[in-house]
């Protein structure tokens, strides 16, 4: 059974890092392209990056451009998301998905299957 779980969220500082991680089961990251997300209280759930397993292309959202960067341990089926100079505005629960498939995309309909999420706040 596929299945994604989050973990390294926590409480941070302006300014601080945090390293979230997503560990896959069931299936092997070599087909799939991998997402992280994030839903804040009140607001849609966005695209925050994504990779595609085969040869590591990346993209990301504009608002975390230069701040965040994801990558991606095939060898232990994982895929983290870095997360430096962090803002209160980015406090969110933070989601990992996979889609099968190459292309690269932050749409949320894109994605078949999801994690549960881990919560990450950004407060002093």
């Known amino acids: 059974q596929l299945q994604l779980v989050e973990s390294g969220g926590g409480l941070v500082q302006p300014g601080g890092s945090l390293r979230l991680s997503c560990a896959a089961s069931g299936f092997t990251l070599d087909y799939y392209v991998i997402g992280w997300f994030r839903q804040a209280p009140g607001k849609e759930r966005e695209g925050v990056s994504c990779?595609?397993?085969?040869?590591?292309?990346?993209y990301y959202a504009d608002s975390v451009k230069g701040r965040f960067a994801i990558s991606g341990d095939n060898a232990k089926n994982t895929v983290n998301l870095e997360m430096n100079s962090l803002k209160p505005e980015d406090t969110a629960i933070y989601y990992c998905a996979a889609r099968r498939g190459v292309g690269l995309t932050l749409a949320t309909s894109a994605y078949e299957h999801w994690g549960q999420g881990t919560q990450v706040t950004v407060s002093s």
């Open positions: 990779i595609r397993s085969s040869n590591n292309s990346t």
